[in-house]
Nanobody
């Protein structure tokens, strides 16, 4: 069984910073892509940033220049450094991993339970 556990969410003032982390555990083979998505009651889940096993990153236009994603392949972790936060960044942030589980097909998406981020003064 594969689990993704997020940490680092919380309350931060506008212009502040937070660092989210996610660790994958369980039985699986290579993790192709890890990333972060976010969701609010008003909007469907949307991509924030992803990073491949080779280090190629991709960001939503709304966070480019403010957020930075990184991963440690050996530890099966991914982090998201969020700077210059806006109130619009308020959402539940979900860790995502695209991997091959021990008993599944290639390229299966797994999700964490989410960690809330609130940007408010």
């Amino acid at each position: 069984q594969v689990q993704l556990v997020e940490s680092g969410g919380g309350l931060v003032q506008p212009g502040g910073s937070l660092r989210l982390s996610c660790a994958a555990s369980g039985t699986f083979f290579s993790i192709y892509t890890m990333g972060w998505y976010r969701q609010t009651p008003e909007k469907q889940r949307e991509l924030v940033a992803t990073i491949t096993s080779s280090g190629l990153s991709n960001y939503a236009d709304s966070v480019k220049g403010r957020f930075s994603i990184s991963r440690d392949n050996a530890k099966n972790t991914v982090s998201l450094q969020m700077n210059s936060l806006y109130s619009e960044d308020t959402a539940v942030y979900y860790c995502n991993a695209v991997l091959t589980p021990a008993d599944g097909k290639y390229g299966v998406h797994y999700w964490g339970k989410g960690t809330p981020v609130t940007v408010s003064s």
